[in-house]
């Protein structure tokens, strides 16, 4: 009779563990871009999808700031974002890593040099 009791608590155990992991990582919707391009994905950890959005947008102020091409240097909203970028000549690929803690925003974007 005890055997069954703890096969039931161990797989609610499992579902617990797993189903919170999940619900602190999501992939949200990419925002409209602002200028000439376009956000190609976005993924949040312990986050909202809004918060997400806000500082996609933020570090997109940021660079924008240093020109068409710039490169975003201080914090944004809190957040610590490095960037990869992957650029021919007429455009520039990236990838967007933010972080503030465990908290952390990826989002990617392409846009025309």
């Known amino acids: 009779m005890l055997r069954p009791f703890l096969i039931?608590?161990?797989?609610?155990?499992?579902?617990?563990?797993s189903?919170?992991?999940?619900?602190?990582a999501a992939s949200c919707s990419?925002?409209?871009y602002p200028g000439s391009g376009y956000f190609t994905s976005r993924k949040v950890?312990?986050?909202?999808?809004?918060?997400?959005k806000k500082v996609t947008l933020a570090h997109y102020k940021c660079r924008v700031k240093h020109g068409k091409t710039g490169r975003c240097s201080s914090k944004v909203?809190?957040?610590?974002?490095?960037?990869?970028?992957?650029?021919?000549?007429?455009?520039?690929?990236a990838t967007v890593t933010c972080k503030n803690g465990s908290k952390k925003v990826v989002y990617s974007y392409q846009q025309d040099t």
């Open 8 to 17: 039931a608590t161990a797989l609610s155990v499992v579902v617990l563990v």
């Open 19 to 24: 189903g919170s992991a999940a619900a602190s």
């Open 30 to 32: 990419a925002p409209k």
């Open 45 to 52: 950890t312990k986050v909202s999808c809004s918060t997400g």
């Open 77 to 93: 909203l809190g957040y610590s974002c490095s960037e990869k970028r992957r650029s021919i000549e007429t455009e520039i690929d």
